[in-house]
């Protein structure tokens, strides 16, 4: 299976202003699901499109500038209804 990295910075502010604002600066807010702690962090939108808009289905290596990395695979996404516009993206990590 081929993996795809996502290059993200991780986000302290997880409200609904501060996931507004991301959005408006062409930023997607994204969840990492399933290790000893929920990662929240935001990734450019451009990021997704060989992950989303392809028949194949990929791994994920979320890498932070930090050095931090993270396999995961996608669990959910979400679209604006009527731009079709990357609101939300959901992760689950992985072990070997």
Request: glycine share 8%.
């Amino acid at each position: 299976m081929k993996s795809i990295t996502i290059n993200g910075s991780p986000r302290e502010s997880v409200g609904k202003k501060a996931t507004q604002a991301l959005r408006n600066a062409g930023m997607v807010p994204c969840v990492v699901y399933g290790g000893e702690q929920t990662v929240h962090f935001s990734a450019t939108e451009l990021n997704f499109s060989g992950l989303v808009y392809t028949p194949n289905a990929h791994t994920v290596v979320i890498e932070f500038k930090d050095g931090t990395k993270f396999d995961a695979i996608l669990q959910d996404i979400q679209f604006h209804p009527v731009t079709d516009r990357i609101l939300h993206v959901d992760f689950y990590q992985i072990f070997a």
